[in-house]
C-alpha cells in the first residue's frame, strides 16, 4: 500500500514538474507580444534620434539594414528599438511596440551588461506603455552606464515627472540641457515650465527648440507644442497658426489636424471641427480623438453617433489593457466625464496609487466629486494645483467641487481664472463653468 | 483557461502557417492593410483588392455594416456592404496600358468576412474582384501601370503584386507572388517595416506560360479543387511539418490536466480493461473529440454572427464533468463490492460476477459485473474525455478554413486526434501494465487500485463539472 503511495506521489509530482515546465516554455511567446498604444507623455519631442536632414523613416531603414547586415551590432539593435519607439509615439502604431521590445531584448542577449542603449530603449518603451516605475528604473541603469548622454536625463526625467517627482525630474532636465542641448532637451524645459505655469517661458522654450529642429518631423513636433500652448492660454488664432505650420512640416501627423478641428470649434463652425475630428479618427484612432468627437456629436444634438464613439473609445481602452497598456488616467476622466463615476474613482484610486503627480490628483479630485464626496475631492484638487499649473480644466474642476461644498468665494475665483486661462478649455464644460459662474455672482 | 486560451493561440499561429490572425491582429489593432493582386491575362486584366481591417477600424465601420441600426451585421447587411466599398474602391483603381486608362468592372459578388479578433472584438476581411478589356499588345510590348488613388492612408501593410497569365510580364516592379499571401500571413520580422507599395509598372508582352489552376483566375487562391488548394499552395513539406505538428500538439493536450490522461488511465485500471479495450476507449475519445471539434467549427462558420463559441464551454464541460462522474460512480461501485468481498471472504474477485447479477441488471451492458466498459460505459467515457473540443484544435480548423483551405484544417484536426489517441493509449497501456504488475505482487493492490482510481475519476468528473459550472 505504501509503495504505491510513493509511486503515486512521484508520478504526481513529476508530471506536474512536467506541466509546469512545459507551459513555461509556452507562456513565453504567448506573453510576448504586448501591444502599446495612447501615449499622454507629452514632454518626449520623439526626436531622440535627432539626425538632421534625415526623416526617423530613413533612420530605421538604415538601423534595420545595419542589424541585419551585422547581428552582433548591439547598439545598432538598442538604437532600432529606441527609433521604434519614437516612431510609435508619432504615428501612434502600436504594432511598433513588440518589434522594439523584440530587437531591445536581441541587443541585451548579445550584452547583457552595461547596455546604455538598450536600457534607455526598454525605458522609453516603457513611458510609452505607461509603466513609469519600470521607466524609471531602466533609466537608472543608463544613467549609471551612460552618465554623460543628455538623452538618458531626459528619459529619466520623463518617468520622474510622471511618478509626481518633480523636483528630481526639473533637475534632471536641467542635466540634460546641460550636456545635450537641443529639441528634445528644450522642449521638456518648456514643458516643465509649463507646468510651473510660466507660460511665456515655456512658449520661449518651444521657440527655442523649434529654431533646432533638424527635421520635418521635430519641426512638426516643434510648431504643434507651441500651438497647444497658445491654445492652452486661450489664444486661437494663434494657435491655429502653429498648427497650420505644423501641418504644413508634417501634413500625415493627426495632432495638428485635431487642433485645426478643435480651432473651428472655436470660430463656431461645429460641422467643419466634426469633419475635421472624423478625419482624424479615421487616421488615428486615439481615444482622445474619439472622445473628442463624441463630445463634438453631442453638441451637434447627435447622440447616437456620440454613443457610437464612446463605445469605440471603450474597446480601445480594453484593447489597449489588454495589450499591457495602463490606461487608468485617461479611464478615470472619462468615465467621471461621461458616465460610471464608480468605474472613474477606482480607476484614479488605481493611479493615484502608483504615482502622485498633478494630472492624477486632478482625475482623482474630479472622480471623487462624481462619486459625490466633494470636500476629499478638493483635498486632490488642491495638490493638482499646487506646482502652480494654469491649467483651465484643473481650474474649473477646483471651481466644481467648490460650487458642490458650497464656498461660492472660491468656486467664483477658480471658474473665472478657469475661463480667464481658456475659455475653449472644453467642449462639454466651457457652457457650463459659464452657466455656473452667472448663478454664482451676486445679484444686482 | 485565460493562459489556456493564449496558448491555443499561439499553437494555432504555429499550426497554421496560413492562416489569418485568431488573436491580436499581427500588425496592431488600428490597421487596414490592402493588396492588390493583378493578373495579366490575353486580353484582359483581372484586379483582385484585398481589405484586411483590424479591430479598431472594423469597429470604425460598423456603423456603415449595420445599416438598421439593430446591433448586429446580418449576412445580407455585411453583403451589401461589400458591393458598396468594391463600388466606392472602383474609381481609385488606375490600371493604364501606354497610358491610356483601363475600362474597370467589377466581376461577381465581392466577399466580406468578420474574423474574430483581440478583446471580444472582430476584424474585418474584404475581396473584391475587377477585370478590364485590354488591347492587343503591340511588338515590342506595352506598359501597364496600376495605381491605388483609391485615398485611404491609414496604418498599414500595402503591396501590390502582378503576374502574367498566357503573357510574359518584364521587369515588374512587384513581386509576381504575394509577400503575406493575399493577406493571410504577415512575416514576423522585427527589423523590417511593412512595405508601403501602392503602385506598380511593368512591360507586358504576348505568349508565356499559363497560369496553373489556382492563380488563373485573379492571382489569388481561386479555382481548383478543395484539396489541391489545401496541399498545393504551401508545398507539400509545410502540410507534412504542420500534420507533424498538429499530431504531437493533440498528443499534447491529452497530456494537460482536467483532460482525458486521468480519465484514460482510470477508468483503464478501474475497468480491469486488457490491451484491446485501452485501443478501443482511446480511439472512441479520440472520435469523440474529432466530431465535437467539426460540429463546433461548423457552427462557429455557420452562426458567425450570433454564435460564440466560449458561451458553449462550460456547458460542454459540465457534460465532460458529469459524464465522467457518472462513469467513475459506476466503477466505484463495482470496485466496492468487489473489494469487500475480496478482502472479507479472500475469495477470487470473479465469483461475483454471478451474484452481483441482481444488483446491477439496470446497468448490465454498461458495466459488466468485471468492471469492464461495455459498450454504454465506453460512449460514457468518450463524452468524459472527448465532448471538450481543444481550443487549439478548433482555432486551427477556423483559421485553415479562413484561410480558404478547409481540407487542410480537416487533416489538421484529424492529426491532432491521431496525437491524442496514441497518447492516451501510451497512458491507458502504461496504467494496465501497472495495475497488473501491483496485482503480481499483491492480491490486495489488485482490488484497491481499480477503487483508488474509480474514485479519482468520482473526483475528477465531480471537480469538471464544478469548475465548469461556475463559469457558465
Redesign the interface.
Request: zero cysteines; proline letters at 5%; a negative charge.
Given at each position: 500500500m505504501k509503495t504505491v503511495f510513493r509511486a503515486a506521489i512521484v508520478l504526481v509530482l513529476g508530471a506536474s514538474l512536467f506541466l509546469v515546465g512545459g507551459l513555461g516554455l509556452w507562456d513565453g511567446p504567448s506573453s510576448a507580444p504586448p501591444t502599446g498604444g495612447a501615449d499622454v507623455v507629452v514632454t518626449d519631442p520623439s526626436v531622440v534620434l535627432n539626425a538632421p536632414g534625415r526623416s526617423l523613416d530613413a533612420v530605421i531603414a538604415s538601423l534595420q539594414e545595419r542589424v541585419r547586415s551585422t547581428p552582433g551590432d548591439w547598439e545598432a539593435a538598442a538604437s532600432l528599438g529606441l527609433a521604434y519607439v519614437q516612431q510609435a509615439r508619432i504615428t501612434n502604431d502600436p504594432s511598433l511596440y513588440p518589434k522594439a521590445e523584440t530587437v531591445l531584448q536581441a541587443s541585451l542577449v548579445e550584452r547583457p551588461e552595461s547596455n546604455a542603449g538598450a536600457y534607455l530603449g526598454l525605458a522609453a518603451l516603457a513611458a510609452a506603455r505607461h509603466d513609469f516605475d519600470e521607466a524609471l528604473r531602466f533609466g537608472r541603469l543608463a544613467e549609471r552606464v551612460n552618465p554623460y548622454d543628455g538623452t538618458v536625463h531626459g528619459v529619466v526625467g520623463d518617468a520622474l515627472l510622471e511618478l509626481g517627482r518633480y523636483q528630481a525630474a526639473f533637475a534632471s532636465f536641467q542635466r540634460m540641457v546641460d550636456i545635450e542641448p537641443g529639441l528634445s532637451a528644450y522642449a521638456r524645459v518648456s514643458y516643465a515650465r509649463e507646468l510651473q505655469g510660466d507660460i511665456a517661458s515655456a512658449t520661449a522654450g518651444m521657440e527655442a527648440a523649434r529654431g533646432v529642429a533638424g527635421t520635418p518631423e521635430g519641426a512638426a513636433f516643434a510648431a504643434y507644442q507651441l500651438g497647444e500652448l497658445a491654445w492652452r492660454s486661450g489664444r486661437v488664432e494663434m494657435a491655429a497658426r502653429y498648427y497650420r505650420e505644423a501641418a504644413g512640416h508634417d501634413p500625415a501627423w493627426a495632432p495638428p489636424q485635431a487642433g485645426l478641428a478643435r480651432v473651428a470649434w472655436a470660430r463656431g463652425d461645429l460641422q467643419a471641427a466634426i469633419d475635421g475630428y472624423r478625419d482624424v479618427v479615421t487616421v488615428s484612432p486615439l481615444p482622445e480623438h474619439v472622445i473628442a468627437l463624441g463630445d463634438l456629436l453631442t453638441l451637434a444634438g447627435d447622440s447616437i453617433g456620440a454613443e457610437q464613439q464612446y463605445a469605440l473609445a471603450r474597446a480601445q481602452a480594453d484593447l489597449l489593457r489588454t495589450g499591457g497598456v495602463n490606461v487608468d488616467l485617461e479611464l478615470a476622466l472619462f468615465e467621471a466625464d461621461h458616465g460610471d463615476p464608480a468605474r472613474a474613482l477606482a480607476a484614479a484610486r488605481a493611479e493615484w496609487d502608483r504615482r502622485h503627480s498633478v494630472h492624477v490628483a486632478d482625475a482623482l479630485g474630479w472622480a471623487l466629486l462624481a462619486a459625490g464626496e466633494p470636500d476629499r475631492a478638493a483635498r486632490y484638487a488642491r495638490f493638482a494645483l499646487s506646482l502652480g499649473t494654469r491649467d483651465a480644466s484643473f481650474l474649473y474642476h477646483s471651481g466644481m467641487i467648490e460650487v458642490a461644498r458650497g464656498d461660492v468665494v472660491a468656486a467664483r475665483r477658480f471658474l473665472r481664472a478657469a475661463l480667464a486661462t481658456n475659455p475653449n478649455f472644453s467642449f462639454l464644460y466651457g457652457d457650463v463653468a459659464r452657466e455656473t459662474l452667472r448663478e454664482l455672482e451676486p445679484v444686482r | 483557461m485565460k493562459?489556456f486560451v493564449?496558448?491555443a493561440?499561439?499553437?494555432a499561429a504555429v499550426l497554421v502557417a496560413t492562416a489569418a490572425p485568431a488573436g491580436?491582429?499581427?500588425?496592431?489593432?488600428?490597421?487596414v492593410n490592402r493588396a492588390t493582386a493583378i493578373v495579366v491575362h490575353p486580353g484582359e486584366v483581372a484586379l483582385t483588392y484585398t481589405i484586411d481591417m483590424a479591430?479598431?477600424?472594423t469597429?470604425?465601420e460598423?456603423?456603415r455594416i449595420d445599416t438598421d441600426?439593430d446591433g448586429s451585421a446580418t449576412v445580407d447587411e455585411l453583403a451589401a456592404w461589400a458591393s458598396l466599398r468594391a463600388a466606392e474602391l472602383l474609381p481609385g483603381l488606375a490600371v493604364r496600358v501606354d497610358g491610356e486608362p483601363v475600362a474597370l468592372g467589377s466581376v461577381g459578388a465581392p466577399i466580406a468576412v468578420f474574423v474574430p479578433g483581440?478583446?471580444?472584438?472582430q476584424t474585418l476581411r474584404l475581396e473584391a474582384r475587377f477585370t478590364g478589356p485590354i488591347a492587343a499588345v503591340p511588338d515590342g510590348g506595352a506598359t501597364l501601370s496600376f495605381n491605388d488613388e483609391t485615398g485611404d492612408?491609414?496604418?498599414g501593410w500595402r503591396e501590390v503584386s502582378a503576374v502574367g497569365d498566357g503573357m510574359t510580364l518584364v521587369s515588374s516592379t512587384v513581386p509576381s507572388i504575394s509577400p503575406s499571401d493575399g493577406l493571410r500571413t504577415y512575416p514576423d520580422d522585427?527589423?523590417?517595416?511593412p512595405p508601403a507599395v501602392t503602385s506598380m509598372q511593368v512591360v507586358v508582352e504576348t505568349g508565356g506560360p499559363a497560369l496553373g489552376g489556382a492563380d488563373a483566375t485573379t492571382g489569388s487562391s481561386q479555382g481548383g479543387s478543395p484539396i489541391d488548394r489545401a496541399l498545393g499552395a504551401r508545398g507539400g513539406l509545410w502540410i507534412v511539418v504542420g500534420l507533424v505538428i498538429a499530431a504531437a500538439v493533440g498528443a499534447?493536450h491529452a497530456?494537460?490536466?482536467g483532460h482525458g490522461k486521468t480519465l484514460m488511465a482510470g477508468a483503464m485500471v478501474g475497468g480491469g480493461a486488457r490491451g484491446k479495450q485501452v485501443v478501443v476507449a482511446a480511439v472512441a475519445v479520440a472520435a469523440m473529440h474529432t466530431g465535437s471539434v467539426l460540429l463546433l467549427g461548423l457552427a462557429v462558420v455557420v452562426l458567425a454572427e450570433t454564435f460564440r463559441p466560449e458561451t458553449l464551454y462550460p456547458w460542454l464541460g459540465a457534460v465532460s464533468g458529469l459524464a465522467a462522474a457518472g462513469v467513475g460512480i459506476y466503477l466505484v461501485r463495482i470496485r466496492w463490492r468487489a473489494w469487500r468481498g475480496g478482502s472479507g471472504h479472500r475469495t477470487h474477485p470473479h465469483e461475483h460476477e454471478h451474484d452481483d447479477d441482481h444488483a446491477h441488471a439496470h446497468s448490465h451492458d454498461a458495466l459488466p459485473v468485471d468492471g469492464r466498459l461495455g459498450a454504454r460505459g465506453l460512449a460514457a467515457l468518450a463524452l468524459a474525455g472527448g465532448v471538450l473540443p481543444a481550443p487549439s484544435a478548433l482555432l486551427a480548423l477556423l483559421a485553415a478554413v479562413n484561410a480558404q483551405r478547409p481540407a487542410y484544417g480537416l487533416a489538421l484536426v484529424a492529426a491532432f486526434s491521431v496525437g491524442l489517441a496514441l497518447s492516451l493509449l501510451v497512458v491507458g497501456i502504461g496504467a494496465v501494465r501497472?495495475r497488473d504488475a501491483?496485482a503480481r505482487r499483491s492480491a490486495?493492490?489488485a482490488l484497491?487500485?481499480p477503487l483508488?482510481s474509480a474514485a479519482a475519476i468520482v473526483m475528477v468528473g465531480a471537480a469538471l463539472t464544478v469548475r465548469a459550472a461556475f463559469s457558465i
Amino acid at each position: 500500500m505504501k509503495t504505491v503511495f510513493r509511486a503515486a506521489i512521484v508520478l504526481v509530482l513529476g508530471a506536474s514538474l512536467f506541466l509546469v515546465g512545459g507551459l513555461g516554455l509556452w507562456d513565453g511567446p504567448s506573453s510576448a507580444p504586448p501591444t502599446g498604444g495612447a501615449d499622454v507623455v507629452v514632454t518626449d519631442p520623439s526626436v531622440v534620434l535627432n539626425a538632421p536632414g534625415r526623416s526617423l523613416d530613413a533612420v530605421i531603414a538604415s538601423l534595420q539594414e545595419r542589424v541585419r547586415s551585422t547581428p552582433g551590432d548591439w547598439e545598432a539593435a538598442a538604437s532600432l528599438g529606441l527609433a521604434y519607439v519614437q516612431q510609435a509615439r508619432i504615428t501612434n502604431d502600436p504594432s511598433l511596440y513588440p518589434k522594439a521590445e523584440t530587437v531591445l531584448q536581441a541587443s541585451l542577449v548579445e550584452r547583457p551588461e552595461s547596455n546604455a542603449g538598450a536600457y534607455l530603449g526598454l525605458a522609453a518603451l516603457a513611458a510609452a506603455r505607461h509603466d513609469f516605475d519600470e521607466a524609471l528604473r531602466f533609466g537608472r541603469l543608463a544613467e549609471r552606464v551612460n552618465p554623460y548622454d543628455g538623452t538618458v536625463h531626459g528619459v529619466v526625467g520623463d518617468a520622474l515627472l510622471e511618478l509626481g517627482r518633480y523636483q528630481a525630474a526639473f533637475a534632471s532636465f536641467q542635466r540634460m540641457v546641460d550636456i545635450e542641448p537641443g529639441l528634445s532637451a528644450y522642449a521638456r524645459v518648456s514643458y516643465a515650465r509649463e507646468l510651473q505655469g510660466d507660460i511665456a517661458s515655456a512658449t520661449a522654450g518651444m521657440e527655442a527648440a523649434r529654431g533646432v529642429a533638424g527635421t520635418p518631423e521635430g519641426a512638426a513636433f516643434a510648431a504643434y507644442q507651441l500651438g497647444e500652448l497658445a491654445w492652452r492660454s486661450g489664444r486661437v488664432e494663434m494657435a491655429a497658426r502653429y498648427y497650420r505650420e505644423a501641418a504644413g512640416h508634417d501634413p500625415a501627423w493627426a495632432p495638428p489636424q485635431a487642433g485645426l478641428a478643435r480651432v473651428a470649434w472655436a470660430r463656431g463652425d461645429l460641422q467643419a471641427a466634426i469633419d475635421g475630428y472624423r478625419d482624424v479618427v479615421t487616421v488615428s484612432p486615439l481615444p482622445e480623438h474619439v472622445i473628442a468627437l463624441g463630445d463634438l456629436l453631442t453638441l451637434a444634438g447627435d447622440s447616437i453617433g456620440a454613443e457610437q464613439q464612446y463605445a469605440l473609445a471603450r474597446a480601445q481602452a480594453d484593447l489597449l489593457r489588454t495589450g499591457g497598456v495602463n490606461v487608468d488616467l485617461e479611464l478615470a476622466l472619462f468615465e467621471a466625464d461621461h458616465g460610471d463615476p464608480a468605474r472613474a474613482l477606482a480607476a484614479a484610486r488605481a493611479e493615484w496609487d502608483r504615482r502622485h503627480s498633478v494630472h492624477v490628483a486632478d482625475a482623482l479630485g474630479w472622480a471623487l466629486l462624481a462619486a459625490g464626496e466633494p470636500d476629499r475631492a478638493a483635498r486632490y484638487a488642491r495638490f493638482a494645483l499646487s506646482l502652480g499649473t494654469r491649467d483651465a480644466s484643473f481650474l474649473y474642476h477646483s471651481g466644481m467641487i467648490e460650487v458642490a461644498r458650497g464656498d461660492v468665494v472660491a468656486a467664483r475665483r477658480f471658474l473665472r481664472a478657469a475661463l480667464a486661462t481658456n475659455p475653449n478649455f472644453s467642449f462639454l464644460y466651457g457652457d457650463v463653468a459659464r452657466e455656473t459662474l452667472r448663478e454664482l455672482e451676486p445679484v444686482r | 483557461m485565460k493562459r489556456f486560451v493564449a496558448l491555443a493561440g499561439v499553437i494555432a499561429a504555429v499550426l497554421v502557417a496560413t492562416a489569418a490572425p485568431a488573436g491580436a491582429h499581427p500588425l496592431g489593432n488600428f490597421t487596414v492593410n490592402r493588396a492588390t493582386a493583378i493578373v495579366v491575362h490575353p486580353g484582359e486584366v483581372a484586379l483582385t483588392y484585398t481589405i484586411d481591417m483590424a479591430e479598431i477600424p472594423t469597429f470604425q465601420e460598423m456603423p456603415r455594416i449595420d445599416t438598421d441600426g439593430d446591433g448586429s451585421a446580418t449576412v445580407d447587411e455585411l453583403a451589401a456592404w461589400a458591393s458598396l466599398r468594391a463600388a466606392e474602391l472602383l474609381p481609385g483603381l488606375a490600371v493604364r496600358v501606354d497610358g491610356e486608362p483601363v475600362a474597370l468592372g467589377s466581376v461577381g459578388a465581392p466577399i466580406a468576412v468578420f474574423v474574430p479578433g483581440e478583446g471580444g472584438l472582430q476584424t474585418l476581411r474584404l475581396e473584391a474582384r475587377f477585370t478590364g478589356p485590354i488591347a492587343a499588345v503591340p511588338d515590342g510590348g506595352a506598359t501597364l501601370s496600376f495605381n491605388d488613388e483609391t485615398g485611404d492612408d491609414r496604418l498599414g501593410w500595402r503591396e501590390v503584386s502582378a503576374v502574367g497569365d498566357g503573357m510574359t510580364l518584364v521587369s515588374s516592379t512587384v513581386p509576381s507572388i504575394s509577400p503575406s499571401d493575399g493577406l493571410r500571413t504577415y512575416p514576423d520580422d522585427a527589423l523590417s517595416s511593412p512595405p508601403a507599395v501602392t503602385s506598380m509598372q511593368v512591360v507586358v508582352e504576348t505568349g508565356g506560360p499559363a497560369l496553373g489552376g489556382a492563380d488563373a483566375t485573379t492571382g489569388s487562391s481561386q479555382g481548383g479543387s478543395p484539396i489541391d488548394r489545401a496541399l498545393g499552395a504551401r508545398g507539400g513539406l509545410w502540410i507534412v511539418v504542420g500534420l507533424v505538428i498538429a499530431a504531437a500538439v493533440g498528443a499534447w493536450h491529452a497530456l494537460l490536466p482536467g483532460h482525458g490522461k486521468t480519465l484514460m488511465a482510470g477508468a483503464m485500471v478501474g475497468g480491469g480493461a486488457r490491451g484491446k479495450q485501452v485501443v478501443v476507449a482511446a480511439v472512441a475519445v479520440a472520435a469523440m473529440h474529432t466530431g465535437s471539434v467539426l460540429l463546433l467549427g461548423l457552427a462557429v462558420v455557420v452562426l458567425a454572427e450570433t454564435f460564440r463559441p466560449e458561451t458553449l464551454y462550460p456547458w460542454l464541460g459540465a457534460v465532460s464533468g458529469l459524464a465522467a462522474a457518472g462513469v467513475g460512480i459506476y466503477l466505484v461501485r463495482i470496485r466496492w463490492r468487489a473489494w469487500r468481498g475480496g478482502s472479507g471472504h479472500r475469495t477470487h474477485p470473479h465469483e461475483h460476477e454471478h451474484d452481483d447479477d441482481h444488483a446491477h441488471a439496470h446497468s448490465h451492458d454498461a458495466l459488466p459485473v468485471d468492471g469492464r466498459l461495455g459498450a454504454r460505459g465506453l460512449a460514457a467515457l468518450a463524452l468524459a474525455g472527448g465532448v471538450l473540443p481543444a481550443p487549439s484544435a478548433l482555432l486551427a480548423l477556423l483559421a485553415a478554413v479562413n484561410a480558404q483551405r478547409p481540407a487542410y484544417g480537416l487533416a489538421l484536426v484529424a492529426a491532432f486526434s491521431v496525437g491524442l489517441a496514441l497518447s492516451l493509449l501510451v497512458v491507458g497501456i502504461g496504467a494496465v501494465r501497472v495495475r497488473d504488475a501491483l496485482a503480481r505482487r499483491s492480491a490486495s493492490a489488485a482490488l484497491v487500485a481499480p477503487l483508488v482510481s474509480a474514485a479519482a475519476i468520482v473526483m475528477v468528473g465531480a471537480a469538471l463539472t464544478v469548475r465548469a459550472a461556475f463559469s457558465i
